[in-house]
């Protein structure tokens, strides 16, 4: 079994920053790329930032120039640092992996459980 356990959520003023942290633990063989979604009420899960095994990061442009994805391949662990958070960011962060597991030919989407953003004006 493959868990993804995220970390760092909370609540802050806009302008200010917050750090979230998701490891990957379990029977995993490789891990491809990780990622951060998002979703605020009423609206669609939305792709926030991803960063493949060799480093190459995608971001929204709501995101850009305010969000870095990085990860420590060593350590399973893929890290989001939020700076100048709007009130927009408001939701809940959904860490996502796309992992190779032992006895699979196909690597399958793993989702952490989500931790809040909110973000107050």
């Known amino acids: 079994q493959v868990q993804l356990v995220e970390s760092g959520g909370g609540s802050v003023q806009a302008g200010g920053s917050l750090r979230l942290s998701c490891a990957a633990s379990?029977?995993?063989?490789?891990?491809?790329?990780m990622g951060w979604y998002r979703q605020a009420p009423g609206k669609q899960r939305e792709l926030v930032a991803s960063?493949?095994?060799?480093?190459?990061?995608n971001y929204a442009d709501s995101v850009k120039g305010r969000f870095t994805i990085a990860s420590d391949n060593a350590k399973n662990t893929v890290y989001l640092q939020m700076n100048s958070l709007k009130p927009d960011d408001t939701a809940v962060y959904f860490c996502?992996?796309?992992?190779?597991?032992?006895?699979?030919?196909?690597?399958?989407?793993?989702w952490g459980q989500g931790t809040q953003v909110t973000v107050s004006s």
């Open positions: 996502n992996a796309d992992i190779l597991t032992p006895g699979k030919t196909s690597a399958y989407d793993y």
């Open positions: 960063i493949t095994s060799g480093g190459s990061t």
């Open positions: 379990g029977r995993l063989f490789s891990i491809r790329a």
